[in-house]
């Protein structure tokens, strides 16, 4: 068993992803551990009821995504060392956190609603979502040259969009966001990402 086990739901996306990736890219020994039993008996076992969770042998179990991806940033390398930098990159990851609540008010069991909400979501809150995250990118990634936390967090977050996860919403809409959608390239073509991808 090795010193670090992230523990989330089996599907290669969510909240979860981002933290398997960063531990893959970091290079470190981790344990993949993907949660398929009861989730009703597992749940009040976790700190604030929700995966991911991730325990460091030793010293315990952290929860909440972004301050897992922050742990895991400052212990390997995958954040800025300067205090300001790390902080913005922080507060990227916070507001794929904001759009990821935004995107889940569109979900209705009406198919014509969910059109609706969807429609006016991307048109909405998701435009200028991606507009405000571009201004955040120095281009390809999120503090320039060097891949961070906050690079894989938004590259998990947009790829269900590009991928068509959520009906009524175009995979087109970073058509428009040259730097966000250099920044899916650029992390897609890192070589541990593309390795990860590849598995
Ligand atoms: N704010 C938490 C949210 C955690 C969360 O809600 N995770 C979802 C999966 S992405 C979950 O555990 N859902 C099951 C539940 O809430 O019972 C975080 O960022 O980690």
Redesign the pocket.
């Known amino acids: 068993m090795s010193e670090l086990t992230l523990t989330y739901?089996d599907f290669p996306g969510?909240?979860g992803e981002a933290s398997r990736l960063a531990l893959h890219v970091a290079g470190v020994a981790w344990t993949d551990d993907r949660f398929v039993g009861e989730?009703a008996a597992k749940?009040p076992t976790t700190p604030f009821?929700?995966?991911?969770v991730l325990h460091v042998a030793g010293r315990g179990t952290l929860?909440?995504?972004?301050a897992i991806l922050a742990y895991i940033g400052r212990e390997f390398g995958l954040l800025p060392e300067d205090s300001f930098e790390a902080a913005r990159h922080a507060a990227l990851m916070n507001a794929v956190?904001d759009l990821r609540a935004e995107a889940a008010t569109t979900s209705r069991p009406d198919e014509a609603e969910k059109r609706a909400a969807r429609e006016a979501f991307t048109v909405g809150y998701l435009a200028r979502w991606t507009a405000n995250a571009e201004k955040q990118i120095r281009g390809p990634f999120v503090g320039g040259t060097e891949i961070s936390v906050a690079d894989l967090k938004v590259y998990v977050a947009l790829r269900s969009y590009l991928t068509g996860v959520y009906d009524y919403i175009p995979t087109t809409v970073l058509d428009e966001r040259p730097k966000l959608a250099a920044l899916m390239d650029a992390v897609a073509a890192h070589p541990k990402v593309a390795e990860w991808l590849s598995r």
């Open positions: 739901f969510g909240r989730w749940k009821g929700g995966l991911p929860s909440q995504s972004n956190e």
